[in-house]
């Protein structure tokens, strides 16, 4: 995405040992179509399930990240 011009990497201002990635110009311009495209996706992927399993998806992602974090 670099090469592409769609991102950039800049020094984090604090520590030099991280980079931070930045959308450039043609990659705010690009979002909106791949969140579209995304939200696409995702849907035909979840539309295999129930809506309470997708809450239950959901709930149980949230207790692992939940878990990740502490």
């Known amino acids: 995405m ?3 011009g769609i991102v950039q990497r800049v020094n984090h ?3 030099r040992r991280v980079k931070v990635l930045r959308l450039t110009e043609k990659g705010r311009k690009l979002a909106p179509t791949v969140i579209k495209e995304y939200r696409a996706f995702l849907h035909g992927m979840m539309s295999c399930i129930s809506a309470d399993e997708q809450r239950m998806l959901v709930r149980s992602l949230k207790q ?3 878990r990740l974090e502490a």
Request: charged content about 65%; cysteine-free.
């Open 13 to 15: 201002h604090n520590d």
């Open 2 to 4: 670099e090469r592409d």
């Open 64 to 66: 692992l990240k939940d």
